[in-house]
Each structure stands twice: as C-alpha cells, then as structure tokens.
C-alpha cells in the first residue's frame, strides 16, 4: 500500500521538530525506517515543503520526495485532508497511478511499531473499512471539562461530567496520529474520518507519543532509550 508522511517545515511549538534528533537521528527517520520494515507497504513518498526535509528524508533506502508541497499546502490553516489528497492527485496526474486507498504516518508519532502499521492496513481490508485510525485508550468523556481563561470550568457540549469511579464509565480513545488508512474516494467525497465505515486500531500509550512541545520530545528521548534497552513488549 501506498504510505505517505507529511512534514512540513514550519512548526510553532517545536521549531524544526521534524529533523530534531531521537535517538541520535532526526525524528522523521524515525517513521521512514518503521514504513520500510512493514510488510503490506509499497511505496512510500514524503510529502513536504522543506528542502531541508526533503534531503534528510532521502538519506533512508526506497524513500521518495518527488515533489515539494505547494506553500498555500504548508502553513498552519492548510487542512491535513488537502495535503493528502495533493500527493494523490499529483500522483494521477504525473505517473497515471489512480490511488484508490493509501496509508498515511505522521512523523510525530515516532514510537510505532512495524506491525502497528501492517495491523491497521490488515484491519481495513479485513473490514473492507473505508477507514482505519490508530487510537490509545483515554480517560472517560465524563472526566473531561471545558476551562475558559478565567479557569472557569463546564462542560462540553453533548457530554455530561461524572463523579462515578473510571471503571463503570464507557471507555474512551482517543486518535494518537500514528496510522491512518484511507479510502480516497471517501476521504475526498466526506473530508473527514469518521463514518459507518470508521474502524480503530488500538495501541498502546508507550507507542503513542504525539510529540507538538520540548516536553513531549524528552518523554519520547526516555521511552525510546527504553525501548531500546529494556524491548518493551508491544502490550504495554
């Protein structure tokens, strides 16, 4: 399947946060390397901005940057649905290839496993989904609260606060950016990734650091060493 990684080169929170080094190599190498090691993909093409990127994203095997990203695609309102249907539709236009289904892995989420990746894919195709997203358990939708800049807090639309104990409330996940399968016609058709049709595959939090701050980049530095020394299992 075709696998694409998006990483853009402006980031707020985290200047350069996708050639930043875990591990000793940039954080994008990261994702690079997981994508090649997972079977079911086929392909795999960096969609990006930054020659900076883009040259770092060509120092791993089979990986490919055959375009820089259009700068109205590379700002902070630029929707993660047109970046990926950009890549899709250059693909048509440029090598004739009608992408009817591809994979997308988000270079913040640097902790995946292969098998994450190649259980997703197998999740869709299993389902006949039109879309897989990789999710990590959270805290029950009662715990949460909405808290304005006075600290005043209330509660979310649609949701009610509960004083009931985490285990007799309806368990909740939430989409940890590590996997997303996708179905073209309904990515393009509905813009979003949820539907009848909207599966998720669960991982578990250790693989789902989703690095936006300085904070969540040491957190990953020390799972990552862990990892490393230790082999966490992949159940934890």
């Not at 086929?42 to 990986?63: E, F, G, K, N, Y």
């Not at 309102?77 to 090598?95: G, M, P, R, S």
């Not at 994979?103 to 098998?115: D, E, M, N, S």
């Not at 179905?183 to 049709?197: D, H, I, M, Q």
Request: charged share 25%; proline share 6%; glycine share 6%.
């Amino acid at each position: 399947m075709l696998t694409l990684v998006p990483a853009r080169g402006g980031s707020k929170g985290l200047p350069r946060k996708n050639i930043l080094p875990l591990g000793g190599i940039p954080l994008i190498a990261h994702t690079l390397s997981c994508a090649r090691m997972a079977t079911a993909v086929s392909r795999i093409i960096v969609t990006t901005d930054d020659p900076d990127i883009r040259d770092v994203a060509l120092t791993v095997d089979d990986v490919e940057v055959p375009f820089l990203r259009p700068q109205a695609l590379a700002g902070d309102d630029a929707a993660a649905v047109d970046v990926y249907l950009h890549a899709v539709d250059w693909l048509l236009e440029n090598e004739k290839i009608d992408v009817e289904q591809f994979c997308v892995l988000l270079p913040t989420t640097p902790l995946r496993l292969p098998q994450d990746v190649d259980g997703a894919i197998s999740l869709f195709h299993k389902r006949q989904a039109e879309v897989v997203v990789s999710v990590c358990k959270t805290k029950p939708l009662g715990f949460f609260q909405e808290m304005a800049d006075d600290g005043k807090l209330s509660d979310i639309d649609g949701i009610s606060t509960s004083m009931a104990n985490r285990q007799v409330l309806e368990p909740s996940v939430v989409l940890n950016g590590a996997v997303y399968v996708l179905n073209t016609e309904k990515l393009r058709r509905t813009r979003s990734y949820f539907g009848a049709r909207s599966y998720g595959y669960p991982m578990p939090p250790v693989r789902s650091i989703d690095i936006d701050t300085a904070a969540d980049l040491a957190l990953a530095e020390v799972l990552f060493n862990a990892s490393a020394t230790e082999k966490l299992s992949l159940d934890s």
